[in-house]
Nanobody, 117 residues
């Protein structure tokens, strides 16, 4: 079964940057669309960014121009570069992988990002 392990979360001041990583294993990475989602307490999980196997990307309006999703198919890893972080970016960020073949999807355990002064 596919496994996803996130890393890179932490505490950062407003205006700062973080890079999240999601290591993918036990599957064929380049057959999966990969996404980053986030969730705050009491709120629904929302899509932050998505990248297809071919590298096409899609972003939530709230992060356009600040966040960049990328993937390294040689390393089976997807990244989320987050710049100019805002207080409202505070959330648990989770990595998602969805097979373009079977439509099965998998989730990582999540990593906390806290933006505070």
């Amino acid at each position: 079964q596919v496994q996803l392990v996130e890393s890179g979360g932490g505490l950062v001041q407003p205006g700062g940057s973080l890079r999240l990583s999601c290591a993918f294993s036990k599957g064929v990475f380049n057959m999966y669309a990969m996404g980053w989602y986030r969730q705050t307490l009491g709120a629904q999980r929302e899509l932050v960014a998505l990248i297809t196997p071919s590298g096409s990307t899609n972003y939530a309006d709230s992060v356009k121009g600040r966040f960049t999703i990328s993937r390294d198919n040689a390393k089976n890893t997807v990244y989320l570069q987050m710049n100019n972080l805002k207080l409202e970016d505070t959330a648990v960020y989770s990595c998602n992988g969805r097979s373009t073949w079977t439509k099965n999807e998998y989730w990582g355990q999540g990593t906390q990002v806290t933006v505070a002064s």
